[in-house]
Each structure stands twice: as C-alpha cells, then as structure tokens.
C-alpha cells in the first residue's frame, strides 16, 4: 500500500473518530439544554402557582374582612341571624358572634395552612411548629369542636381539610399532605 493510501485510510479513520466525537458532544449538549429547559420550566410553573395562591389568599383575606365588616352593623347581623337560623343557634352557642367569627378565622387559616403545604409552600419547620400548636391546642377547645362540626356540615370548609383534621379529634397524629402528594 502506498504512502498517499495509508494517509487516506488514516485521515478518514480520524475522521470518523472526530465525527464520532462531535456527536457524542453534541448528544450531551442537547441533554444539558433539555434539562436546562425542563427546570426554567419547572420554575416558571412554580412561580406561576405560588402567584396563584398569594392571589387566592388575598381574595380570600379580603373576603373574610368584609365577611367580619358586614356583621359589624346591628342591622345586618339582625337580618343575617333571621335568614339563617343554623348560623343564628351556632352564634348564640359559641357565646356570641365575636367568638364565632375569632374560631372561624383560626380554622380558615389552618385549611390555609394544609393547602400551603400540600402545594409544598410551608417548610417542613413551620408545618411542624403549627401542626403541634394551633392545629393540636384548638382541637382540644369545645367551641372550637362545635364550629368545626357545624361548618363541615355547612359546607364552610373544604372537605379534603376536614378529611385532614378529623384524626387530631380523635387523638391521632395528622398526616402530612405534602409528603402524600409525591412531592
């Protein structure tokens, strides 16, 4: 075989070597851009929901402001009880409608609460803290007890929370619905 030949051979070998190299390169480069794409995804779509939820609990905080403004006038609160005897009797056992409404926003901020961190929002420290304080402490307190009961029956919380919350009632430790969802 002559020189020129074996040059050939050579050349085309490294050729193809070097082919095979830039495709390996390329391969993983299309990898890393995937992945890079996938979590920029991943992100926005995080950022998205949590934008979401301040956006839900704001109307909801707003919500619950001119819930406790509207039964701030006599009249209102007169025409409120007489339209609606069940939250009438509910507000007279709980001592008062001052002391329904304190229950009733320390239980929509618990469902709150669960809901956070189901989305994987609350850290597992802060999920710690009030699941063994205001989660345990309020299920021990017999108005407490008796609104629970009346807006889960009412249709005033959602009814994934009080799934949730039924097992403290009965001295159980609450799950974690964060670590449920797979997250």
């Not at 995937?34 to 929901?49: K, S, V």
Request: aromatic share 14%; with cysteine; proline share 4%.
């Amino acid at each position: 075989m002559d020189a020129a030949a074996t040059l050939g051979v050579a050349l085309g070998a490294a050729g193809l070597l070097t082919s095979g190299f830039s495709l390996v390169y390329f391969r993983m480069q299309a990898d890393a851009a995937r992945r890079q794409a996938d979590e920029a995804r991943r992100q926005t779509e995080g950022a998205t929901r949590l934008a979401m939820m301040e956006s839900n609990l704001h109307m909801y905080a707003r919500f619950r402001e001119t819930r406790n403004n509207f039964l701030e006038y006599p009249n209102l609160e007169r025409e409120w009880r007489s339209t609606h005897p069940a939250f009438n009797e509910m507000f007279d056992a709980c001592g008062g409608l001052d002391n329904f409404i304190a229950v009733r926003d320390a239980m929509d901020t618990m469902q709150d609460v669960y809901f956070l961190r189901k989305d994987g929002v609350v850290t597992d420290h802060y999920w710690h803290v009030w699941t063994r304080t205001f989660f345990r402490f309020y299920s021990k307190m017999p108005t407490f007890l008796r609104v629970f009961e009346f807006a889960a029956k009412e249709g005033l919380l959602h009814p994934e929370f009080v799934a949730f919350y039924r097992p403290i009632l009965a001295g159980q430790p609450l799950g974690d619905p964060w670590k449920k969802a797979g997250a």
